[in-house]
């Protein structure tokens, strides 16, 4: 009991699995309950057992194994997971089950196998049952058997394959124990219950004995055919409507079910196929041929033993064939022609639709030997033809046996009749279509009147069988001409005949029956065919002989239409009935002056006819009468034109109105014609032929036109003859006109002598070829030269025209014969019959054997020789018969010859043959038309393009049901052969889609098409899948879901996915051409644009009426899928929002059919259902929810988000983490497998996503993700709508200032950038829009590795876009964008100029010119080594890119700058804005857009001021004569100043209209001479340097180019880094020049620095690129090698020595920083520079005790704080140098040192001040010091010793001073530092103020004094002291004096100017530009994020800020009318003052 105890503890699974059988048996029980518990199929519960159930079943313990075979049961009953144990459990059922003793173990055994098949396992189920058969045991044995036949009794034939199954029966017979041939029989029982005889021929072989038990067995089963009686998982609907049935004891599916099972299981599938070219004797071909009769016996007795085989091995008969061939057609032996018969007839049953390639050699032979007369070679003959038809169609053989129709011999003909008849019985209507049967009906009308009774009695049956297979009424219209006896004997003939499908027959009968009543209302059937060809030719056929017969006879007046009641059939009457009938009708006075002598008594006659003609009713008009009365003389000779006019009008009033015979019109149409050509009356006899026209068909009619004006002399006649045909061909449409009358009238009309004839002719010849096309011209090719270029220039000019819809006619078109059958033949009518018309030749005997020998030998050359000789034969011929002997066996070995030249000419000769044959080169498809197919597989691809042009070319004549048919183009997919498979894949995706109809033996290719799904190689799948729905929308996706069953379960899901995505996007069937609109003008629109509304409304039967007229339930079949594409045509217009209107949709859709609503309406109900509980949010928010996911996708719990195509554990997994984050009814949407839901659901997405922004973002990552699904879908309109949202979302992220993750951007970006390949423009521009966005929510320089990566794809579209979409961020962000670094990007961005790809190639060239534009000559050292001719191509595109992209620049700064129209203006600014260098536009151009994109909100609130409204103070200075226009400075007082919010407001608010007069001409000199520095032109560049030299000298000028030194700076370094890159390089130039342009250079700088109140005008990020210029150039060791080098070095040296003491020392220092820091980051960077730069760091460091006061800390710790998060400690450490860290650490303790504590307080710009490895080491720098002073005290202490304490200590003194004098030189505590200063001095007079001003310049030190002063006076009451305004000297910002107090002045001008500066700074304050923070001088990159920006970056965007911010000062000086100068850094109002004294001045 311990033990028990043990166990007992454990956990059912461990039970299980326990080694002592109790416990397991416990665990089972256990297990069994716990099965029956669990409710859910998909509880995780399930799969703790999986590994397990075969152990439950296999349990070495009897009693444990019986309760374990229980639980087993369960588990596989109710658990989803239970298929994955099918294979090893049902193996161990077999072994250790089925073997037991105990019968309830067997039993279980069985359920469990039984239990598999339910659940969907049966093929694996199947297999190991059948293994077990082979079992040594036979109790084994026999439970599988049993098991077998269990399952085949319950589930079915459909469920159990038996074609394995009846394999193995015949072994089991043959066992030895009687148990198991016993179970045996009854499995062969059950087998024969299902299949019926189809089991016979695979049991012949077994024992007779047991053979006659079965058949016994078999009588007595009932006949009734069997019910599945259980049902797989999937047919529950079939398991309700069957326990239906069962309850009402109804069997109405019974037929259904019975005819299905006939259908599915042919004996013939059920055979294994036997190999018999192996086994012939090796000597058969010799022996075959061989003189002795018993040598050539010997050898077809062998071929006949084999070929008793029923199913043979496909294989290469050829030659075989040929061999039987020839016995048959030469061997005088006619016991061995019948022998040979036999064989060919073994042959062709074993081979089924394989034989078919050798149909058509071997039906001409036999037929021939129907001379025969022995009844048993006759008897051998007709079997053997009989099968060789089975295995073809009619078709294909139909041109040889209509050429033995004609034989002489009767035998043949009686033989070729009753072959006929035999083969019609296996023909349905649809397979006997018009086209075929009216050749036949033809020759049978022949034979029926043949002298010979037996051909008659052949004929008449042959005809009968013709009329019970289509129907009376499609064979009438060919039985014209045949007498009453002779249409009853064949009516006779066609009740005795006995179908093949006895149904079909039945159709045929009542179809029959139907027709007497069909005939009477011929509208009611009408709408029946609507959409049948618009254009035939048969009824034209028809009417040929009607003319030359008996044109009134009553048959030939049926034959034309016999349905159509308008043509009525009358007998000619003669003049006296006419006149009776006539005088009924029409007055007696009309009748009496008829023939009057009087003209005008004939006239009034005319008249009152007329009224009598149009009162009358259809009914009463005796037309025959009526016309044969207006005949009557003086009838058509009349001589007043104005009766002849009024006749004629009458006439045609008569065909018009009433039922106009044939018989009527050849009345009047002699007369017609004659008067044709009459000036007066020919329009009148045009109309009323036109009306004949209408009323007895235009072909007929035109024929007897045109033959009578031809057999006249009359050439006006002849030319207007031709010209009403050619306007009435247009009218009617070309339908049935008998192309052959016209010809040869044709013909003769050109060759007239009057040209007039012969211009109608052309003109004819034009309105023809509209239809006809170039085939027309064939005819004509014998014509002269002359003659024939007219007509090519005819043709010429109708070329590209498509034929006018026909307007009359239609209502014939109504009445045509319902049966006729849409052929895709037909479409064209009579241009599809030219072809026919062409003489052709027969080539046959120019085919020799010598030729056909010639091709097949050994020897290339001569292959060549014999192939040559074809071509010339075929060449010669031009159009060639059908017949072309043994030429098709020939080439077709040549298509796989080893020579691929010799295949390529093959392919050409066979392209020769298709359009030399025409049509009838239907017959060699299988021949020949296969193994074209075979050659697409070929390695090369110039022989697989030839294969598809020439198999296109076949196409073209054959049409493609020929291909479809039978098994060969399945067998050639099944071929594993990539390049096969991909080339005819994408074959039929193409033409599959243009088809209406195909044969049902596509089907053969849909097990093939889903093996292609999973092919190795990836094109295969993509063309696999892009054929899928081209296959679906003609098999219709049902029929495709369930040809999925026999795939593996893994492929099953797989190909129903891509199932369901291609019933998304399944295209439309092209539309039926309608018959009753092909007469209206918009007849083309449905089958054009079958989206177009026509086609949609149409019904369902005129959208489908098929062809073939099949019974009713297959007819109502596709209305499922139409109903289904309907709906999916109108979403896309419309969007589908309303139910409503898609129920409305679906019923008009689908009226008559119950399946295809069923199919549609479910989703809409559930829609409706749902629309209730989808209030609320629908995104909910989870708490830290996105964090978990990211965490576990880190640790790899989770799938990481990465694929190239999504798989579904994928799906599954973004599903299960949706549940949580959205609403029940969204996911069920989002994941649901119809495209249109998604649609519903993006909608409703779009709907939320603002109200619900926060959860949206935290299920952001999701969102994303599941939108990247949506990016592999194939569907427009969801992809469309997810665009939409995608758009709408980053702009709400945007607003929000969301930042993506990592995690967000990399599961969703790389799939983006996907699409942007897409081929439609409208997506890939929406994904550019999305791509842009993007940039504002995720990091740009992040983005950048993304589009790098795209740029690798395949997708040439989506490289370009990629390259294009690299080059905006460039241009936009600059070169810091290129991640890792711009010189690797740069180089992979420079492969692709080289692409094959024209886009792509122009896309890298724009993306490299962005760069160029960027960072300049620096790129071409970027992007590494190019060849020679990429090279050549980038330099080409960059000088475009100059010359074209400062054209608009330009243009629009010069509109704005010529705004006023004033001379003077022009004159002094265009050339100097012409001249400016391009590379300075193209910088402008590009940093302007990046300075828009940063101050958009300040543009739309501001708009710039144009430039005409600018203040410039030069032109004050410089111009005296406008002085006076000036408006005069508002004088204030005091307290105005001193009150800030009363600023004074400007008195003058207009400005002088001279204003232009004076602008700015200094200011726009001094850009023009700066642009010119930068130039690539040595000289010109050394001569603006002489010029700005000669300006910085003069002290008194220098001051004019304040405002500019950034701009000249820029130009500067610009023109160094130009001299750095390409001059030096460049041998050609001169070294002195260079040395020459250095030395300008540096002159200039030394004398720009030397002047400080300039040099502190040079910002921050100008002096950092000019030092980086400067020690690059000192580094530069190619300077040495120039004379006087060292000297340069020297100079340079001395020059940054300058620039480092006289430039803004915080600038300086800041630029240093960033430049150290640039340094060390850069790996391609000489370690000597950092070296250099950190010498000048030590400098400024030797200097800080002495510029201390004058640097703002703030930003000198920014920058040492981005210093330190680039470059940590440990980093720092890392370097392979100390002495950067040294140096930080030197100047963090030089200014603590000079600081102390206070330091601390500087560290207000830094974000996140705790993180900060910097304050850290502050904090112990600081504290290390003060352990050291101990004197350091806060400021309330100072404040309260100085207070307090007279006596201070010296160095408290000290530090009270210095906090004072630091508030002095802080913008925000100027005053109260002076106020301090004041009170310090009042108390301690005797204080030393020395030492603290000492250091400080002489204007600060000014500044001081005159502050005390005003200080004092203000306090002591004082008028005004004579002052300036104070300003600190430390100020930084670039443009404006930072000093925010105004002092008082006693002079008036200074005080105004003082307040205007004052309110100037609040104006640009409150438009957002720089002047209130320090900082603010850095440009906005670097000032605004902690990543340093690129000199270049940041150079350009100083560029753009120079110009944007010259403007906005500018424009707010000019309205504030304020004397300052608007660009000047750091100005200062001394200088101000006197300039505006001098303003003064002059105006006085």
């Known amino acids: 009991m311990g033990d028990d105890s043990e166990w007992m503890k454990l956990p059912v699974d461990q039970k299980c699995e326990h080694k002592i059988w109790k416990a397991r048996l416990n665990g089972y029980e256990e297990a069994l309950k716990i099965f029956q518990r669990i409710q859910d199929e998909k509880s995780p519960e399930w799969g703790k057992y999986l590994g397990l159930i075969k152990k439950f079943v296999t349990d070495s313990n009897a009693v444990a194994q019986l309760k374990g075979l229980e639980a087993a049961l369960a588990y596989i009953e109710n658990a989803h997971v239970a298929g994955k144990t099918t294979g090893e459990v049902v193996s161990g059922v077999v072994g250790k089950v089925f073997n037991q003793p105990k019968a309830r173990a067997k039993e279980l055994g069985t359920d469990i196998c039984l239990m598999y098949i339910e659940i969907e396992k049966a093929e694996v189920v199947q297999d190991e049952l059948i293994k077990g058969l082979d079992n040594k045991n036979p109790k084994i044995v026999v439970a599988c058997v049993e098991t077998i036949r269990k399952a085949l009794c319950e589930f079915g034939s459909k469920i159990i394959t038996l074609k394995p199954v009846v394999k193995v029966l015949p072994k089991l017979f043959e066992s030895r124990e009687k148990a198991v041939r016993d179970e045996a029989k009854l499995l062969a029982v059950e087998i024969y219950r299902w299949i019926r005889d189809a089991l016979r021929p695979p049991l012949q072989n077994i024992n007779s004995v047991q053979l006659k038990e079965l058949e016994e067995e078999w009588v007595k089963l009932p006949t009734a055919a069997p019910k599945q009686t259980r049902f797989l998982r999937s047919q529950q609907d079939l398991k309700a409507k069957f326990e239906q049935q069962q309850a009402a004891g109804g069997d109405e599916a019974d037929g259904d079910d019975e005819e299905e099972t006939e259908v599915q299981v042919d004996p013939y599938e059920l055979l294994e196929a036997v190999e018999i070219l192996s086994k012939l004797p090796k000597d058969f071909y010799e022996k075959i041929e061989a003189k002795k009769w018993q040598e050539r016996k010997e050898a077809l007795e062998a071929v006949e033993a084999l070929t008793k085989n029923p199913k043979l091995e496909n294989g290469d008969y050829g030659d075989l064939v040929r061999a039987l061939k020839k016995v048959v057609g030469k061997d005088a032996n006619v016991m061995l022609v019948s022998m040979a018969a036999k064989c060919l007839a073994g042959l062709a049953a074993g081979l089924r639709k394989k034989f078919g390639t050798y149909a058509g050699h071997v039906v001409p032979t036999i037929l021939e030997k129907f001379k025969e007369k022995k009844p048993q070679v006759v008897q051998a003959l007709q079997e053997a033809i009989d099968a060789v038809f089975l295995t073809t169609t009619l078709q294909n053989i139909s041109e040889d046996v ?103 027959g039945g159709s045929a009968g009542g179809e029959k029956k139907e027709k007497p009543a069909a005939k009477a209302p011929p509208p009611v059937e009408a709408p029946a065919k609507p959409s049948g060809p618009p254009k035939k030719a048969p009824p034209a056929k028809a009417a040929g002989p009607l003319k030359k017969g008996k044109p009134a006879s009553a048959p030939s007046g049926k034959s034309k239409k016999a349905p159509d009641t308008k043509e009525v059939v009358e007998t000619e009457l003669s003049l006296e009935v006419c006149e009776e009938k006539a005088a009924t009708v029409l007055p007696a006075s009309c009748m009496q002056l008829l023939d009057s002598g009087n003209w005008k008594e004939r006239l009034a006659s005319m008249e009152e006819f007329q009224r009598a003609v149009e009162q009358m009713d259809k009914s009463e008009m005796p037309c025959q009468a009526l016309v044969k009365m207006l005949a009557k003389k003086p009838g058509w000779k009349e001589t007043n034109f104005q009766v002849m006019q009024m006749k004629l009008h009458i006439v045609g009033l008569i065909a018009q109105k009433g039922s106009f015979s044939k018989t009527s019109a050849l009345v009047v149409l002699d007369g017609l014609v004659d008067k044709i050509g009459d000036v007066k009356c020919g329009s009148n006899a045009k109309e009323a032929l036109t009306a004949i026209g209408e009323a007895c068909s235009l072909p007929w009619t035109a024929e007897q036109v045109v033959s009578m004006a031809f057999a006249q002399k009359n050439p006006k006649n002849q030319a207007e003859t031709l010209n009403w045909l050619a306007n009435a061909m247009k009218e009617f449409g070309f339908a049935g006109i008998n192309v052959k009358a016209f010809i040869n009238n044709v013909k003769t009309a050109l060759g007239a002598t009057n040209p007039a004839v012969r211009t109608s002719a052309i003109t004819l010849l034009g309105v023809m070829f509209l239809y006809m096309g170039a085939p027309l011209r064939m005819f004509f090719e014998d014509e002269k030269p002359a003659l024939l270029s007219q007509i090519d220039a005819e043709f010429e000019k109708m070329q590209g025209q498509s034929p006018p819809a026909p307007i009359r006619g239609a209502k014939k078109a109504g009445g045509e014969e319902e049966g006729e059958k849409a052929e895709e033949e037909e479409v064209d009518g009579g241009a599809g019959d030219i072809m026919d018309l062409l003489p052709r030749t027969d080539i046959s005997d120019k085919i020799t054997s010598d030729m056909v020998s010639k091709i097949g030998d050994k020897n290339w050359k001569i292959r060549k020789e014999g192939l040559d000789e074809v071509t010339a034969v075929i060449s010669e011929a031009k159009f060639i018969q059908a017949n072309i002997g043994e030429l098709p066996l020939a080439l077709r070995g040549r298509l796989n010859d080893s020579n691929k030249i010799l295949v390529q000419q093959t392919l050409g000769i066979l392209q020769q043959i298709a359009t030399a044959m025409g049509p009838a080169l239907k017959q060699q498809v299988k021949n020949l038309g296969i193994p074209i197919i075979t050659v697409l597989g070929d390695s090369k691809s110039n022989v697989r393009a030839a294969a598809l042009t020439t198999l296109n070319a076949w196409v073209e004549q054959t049409g493609m049901k020929e291909w479809l048919e039978g098994e060969d183009l399945s067998e050639e997919l099944k071929k594993e052969n990539p390049f096969l498979r991909q080339e005819v894949l994408g074959w039929l995706a193409e033409k599959l889609p243009t088809l209406r109809t195909v044969p049902a033996d596509l089907m053969l290719c849909v097990p093939p098409l889903y093996t292609c799904l999973e092919d190795r190689s990836g094109d295969v799948r993509k063309k696999a899948q892009d054929a899928l729905p081209t296959f679906m929308m003609h098999l219709s996706y049902e029929k495709m879901s369930k040809a999925t069953v026999k795939l593996k379960p893994a492929s099953k899901d797989q190909v129903v996915g891509m199932l369901e995505k291609a019933r998304a996007v399944m295209p439309a069937k092209p539309a039926a051409p309608a018959k009753a609109a092909a007469s209206k003008p918009t007849s083309s629109a449905p089958s054009s644009k079958p989206t177009s509304a026509p086609a949609r409304n149409q019904t369902p039967c005129e959208d489908y009426s098929e062809p073939e007229p099949k019974p009713d339930t297959k007819k109502t079949k596709p209305a499922g899928p139409v109903a289904k594409k309907r709906e999916s045509m109108e979403l896309k217009v419309k969007g589908d929002k309303d139910n409503t209107s898609k129920q409305n949709r679906l019923s008009r859709g689908t009226p008559s059919n119950q399946q295809g609503v069923v199919g549609k309406k479910p989703p809409v109900k559930a829609g409706a259902k749902d629309e209730e509980d989808r209030s609320g949010p629908i995104f909910i928010l989870v708490p830290n929810g996105k964090e978990q996911r990211i965490k576990e996708e880190k640790a790899l719990k989770i799938l990481k988000w990465n694929f190239m195509t999504p798989r579904d554990e994928y799906v599954e997994q973004l599903k299960t983490q949706m549940s949580t984050c959205l609403a029940k009814w969204l996911q069920d949407e989002l994941f649901h497998f119809d495209f249109q839901r998604h649609v519903k659901a993006i909608g409703a997405m779009i709907e939320h996503m603002e109200a619900e922004s926060e959860a949206v973002i935290s299920c952001l990552d999701l969102v994303l993700k599941w939108f990247t699904l949506r990016f592999f879908d194939t569907n427009t309109s969801v992809l469309m709508k997810a665009l939409e949202f995608l758009k709408l979302l980053f702009t709400m992220l945007s607003r929000k200032n969301y930042q993506l993750n990592d995690n967000e951007a990399s599961s969703f970006i790389p799939y983006l950038i996907l699409k942007v390949g897409e081929s439609k423009d409208v997506v890939r521009k929406d994904v550019r829009a999305i791509l842009t966005m993007l940039c504002k929510v995720y990091a740009a320089s992040k983005v950048f590795p993304f589009l790098m990566e795209g740029t690798k794809s395949k997708n040439s579209k989506q490289r370009s876009e990629c390259l294009e979409e690299l080059g905006c961020l460039i241009e936009n962000f600059g070169m810091n964008v290129c991640q890792p670094t711009p010189a690797k990007s740069l180089k992979e961005i420079g492969v692709h100029i080289g692409d094959r790809d024209t886009t792509v190639r122009n896309a890298a060239l724009n993306t490299v010119v962005a760069a160029y534009n960027t960072c300049g000559d620096q790129v071409f050292k970027l992007i590494g080594n ?594 300052t100068r608007s660009s000047s850094p750091a100005s200062n109002l001394d200088d101000l003052k006197k300039r505006l004294e001098r303003i003064k001045s002059n105006r006085q």
């Open 1426 to 2019: 190019l060849s020679e001719k990429e090279m050549s191509m980038l330099e080409e595109r960059i000088k475009r890119s100059a010359k074209k992209t400062p054209a608009p620049a330009a243009k629009q700064e010069r509109t704005q700058r010529e705004h006023p129209t004033n001379p003077n203006a022009t004159f002094l600014r265009k050339p100097a804005q012409e001249e400016v260098p391009n590379k300075l536009k193209i910088m402008y151009r590009t940093y302007r857009i990046q300075a828009r994109a940063q101050n958009a909100h300040l543009e739309q609130s501001a708009p710039s001021i144009p430039k005409e409204f600018q203040l410039d103070l030069d032109v004050f200075e410089n111009n005296h004569t406008c002085a006076s226009d000036i408006p005069d400075l508002v004088q204030h007082k005091l307290d105005e100043v001193l009150e800030p919010v009363m600023i004074p407001e400007r008195k003058m608010r207009t400005v002088s209209p001279h204003f232009d007069d004076i602008h700015n001409s200094t200011a726009s000199t001094i850009n023009f001479v700066i642009s010119q520095v930068a130039s690539g032109d040595i000289n010109t560049s050394i001569q603006a340097l002489a010029q700005i030299d000669e300006v910085l000298r003069q002290a008194d000028k220098a001051e004019a180019m304040s405002g500019h030194i950034d701009q000249f700076l820029i130009a500067t370094f610009m023109q160094l880094r130009l001299i750095y890159n390409t001059h030096m390089a460049d041998d050609r130039l001169d070294k002195k020049d260079i040395f020459k342009l250095y030395s300008c250079i540096i002159g200039n700088m030394l004398s720009l620095f030397s002047m400080e109140s300039l040099a502190r005008e040079a910002s921050m990020g100008v002096l950092k690129d000019l030092m980086h210029g400067l020690i690059t150039l000192m580094l530069d060791s190619r300077v040495e090698d120039i004379e006087d080098g060292q000297q340069l070095i020297r100079s340079v040296n001395l020059l940054v020595v300058r620039v480092l003491e006289k430039s803004d020392q915080t600038n300086i220092l800041s630029a240093l920083l960033v430049l150290l820091q640039d340094s060390l980051t850069s790996t391609a960077g000489s370690p000597m520079f950092s070296e250099l730069v950190m010498k000048c760091l030590w400098r400024m460091i030797r200097f800080l005790p002495q510029t201390i006061n004058s640097i703002n800390l703030d930003r000198i710790l920014l920058d040492v704080h981005n210093f330190m998060k680039v470059f940590p400690k440990e980093k720092l450490k890392q370097l392979k140098s100390d002495i950067p860290h040294r140096t930080l650490k030197t100047l963090l303790h030089t200014l603590c040192r000079l600081t102390g504590a206070k330091i601390l307080d500087h560290m207000s710009m830094i974000e996140n001040r705790n993180e900060s490895e910097l304050e850290a080491h502050l904090r112990r720098v600081v504290k290390h010091s003060t352990n050291l002073s101990g004197l350091k005290s806060d400021k309330s202490t100072e404040k309260g010793a100085l207070r307090s304490d007279d006596k201070v200590i010296k160095a408290k003194v000290s530090d009270i001073l210095s906090e004072i004098f630091k508030k002095i030189g802080s913008k925000e505590n100027t005053k109260e530092g002076l106020t301090e200063l004041y009170e310090y001095k009042q108390k301690y007079s005797d204080a030393d103020l020395e030492p603290f001003l000492r250091n400080t310049s002489q204007f600060f030190q000014s500044y001081v004094e005159r502050g005390l002063r005003m200080i004092e006076s203000e306090r002591e009451g004082k008028g005004r002291i004579q002052s300036s305004t104070v300003i600190p000297q430390h100020s930084t910002d670039s443009y404006l004096p930072s000093s925010s107090s105004v002092s008082i002045s006693s002079n008036g001008e200074d005080l105004n100017a003082a307040a205007y500066y004052e309110r100037l700074k609040i104006l640009r304050q409150r438009r957002g530009l720089e002047n209130s923070a320090p900082e603010e001088d850095r440009p906005p990159l670097s000032s605004l994020r902690p990543s340093v920006a690129s000199s270049t970056d940041m150079l350009h965007s100083k560029l753009s800020q120079l110009k944007e911010s010259r403007e906005h000062f500018q424009q707010e000086q000019s309205h504030s009318h304020s004397p």
């Open 402 to 504: 209509l050429a033995v129709m004609d034989n002489k011999n009767p035998s043949i003909k009686q033989q070729a009749s009753l072959f006929l008849a035999r083969s019609f019985r296996h023909c349905t209507p649809s397979t006997l279509p018009k086209s075929v049967l009216k050749p036949f009906c033809a020759a049978f009308l022949k034979q029926v009147n043949d002298s010979a009774p037996e051909v008659r009695d052949a004929a008449f049956e042959a005809l009968g069988t013709a009329m019970k297979v289509v129907g009376e009424k499609a064979v009438n219209p060919f039985l014209a001409d045949i007498d009453k006896l002779k249409l009853e004997k064949i009516k006779e003939c066609a009740d005795k005949v006995e179908l093949v499908g006895g149904k079909k």
